[in-house]
T-cell receptor, first 110, second 113 residues
Framework: DADVTQTPRNRITKTGKRIMLECSQTKGHDRMYWYRQDPGLGLRLIYY???????NKGEISDGYSVSRQAQAKFSLSLESAIPNQTALYFCATSDGMEQYFGPGTRLTVT | GQQLNQSPQSMFIQEGEDVSMNCTSSSIFNTWLWYKQDPGEGPVLLIA?????ELTSNGRLTAQFGITRKDSFLNISASIPSDVGIYFC?????????????FGTGTRLTIIP
């Protein structure tokens, strides 16, 4: 079984809808991250969490919110989706050394 | 936000050829990482470098941490079809409690039949 799982893997939604992307990990890591990937821009950090009570904004947090429900779960929400949030979204975990990525969620906002 | 300059953006090579790519930054990093991403998957860590001048190998892959701490290089020898994908560099300024990564824009490797 994969150590970092993301659901859904693909999602198409309409402008203005609220959507939640979920991430779960079995690695036992305290640190979790959400990234967005756009063609030609690499990965950019949206939010990160170093433990259940810790939430920090990344470089592109506007329009997003997160919830760290447990050590193993970190959710990303788009309160009111807009077309320029169409992208690949990756969750990652870390033991304080390196980051390990999930398989990604492809989100399309029409 | 800060981005690393990664080059080349894409490469078209024949199977068996050697590959070189690099990343440069205007800032100093204390860690350099190289990831590979296959289509439809998340990035997978290939090599991690923690010390200026360090040269580390992982099979046919060799990466180096530049002496200036502002650059890193990845070489792939004798390329094979499964090397196809996008390669990302990432840098980290390791401050206490801070381990945010800055990613390069990627090098897309294609092998021509």
């Amino acid at each position: 079984d994969a150590d970092v799982t993301q659901t859904p893997r693909n999602r198409i939604t309409k402008t203005g809808k609220r959507i939640m992307l979920e991430c779960s990990q079995t690695k036992g890591h305290d640190r979790m991250y959400w990234y967005r990937q756009d063609p030609g821009l690499g990965l950019r950090l949206i939010y990160y969490s170093f433990d259940v009570k810790d939430i920090n904004k990344g470089e592109i947090s506007d329009g997003y919110s997160v919830s760290r429900q447990a050590q193993a779960k970190f959710s990303l929400s788009l309160e009111s989706a807009i077309p320029n949030q169409t992208a690949l979204y990756f969750c990652a975990t870390s033991d304080g050394m390196e980051q390990y990525f999930g398989p990604g969620t492809r989100l399309t906002v029409t | 936000g800060q981005q690393l300059n990664q080059s080349p953006q894409s490469m078209f090579i024949q199977e068996g050829e050697d590959v070189s790519m690099n990343c440069t930054s205007s800032s100093i990093f204390n860690t350099w990482l190289w990831y590979k991403q296959d289509p439809g998957e998340g990035p997978v860590l290939l090599i991690a470098l923690y010390k200026a001048g360090e040269l580390t190998s992982n099979g046919r892959l060799t990466a180096q941490f530049g002496i200036t701490r502002k650059d890193s290089f990845l070489n792939i020898s004798a390329s094979i079809p499964s090397d196809v994908g996008i390669y990302f560099c990432a840098g980290r300024v390791t401050n206490f409690g801070n381990e945010k990564l800055t990613f390069g824009t990627g090098t897309r490797l294609t092998i021509i039949p």
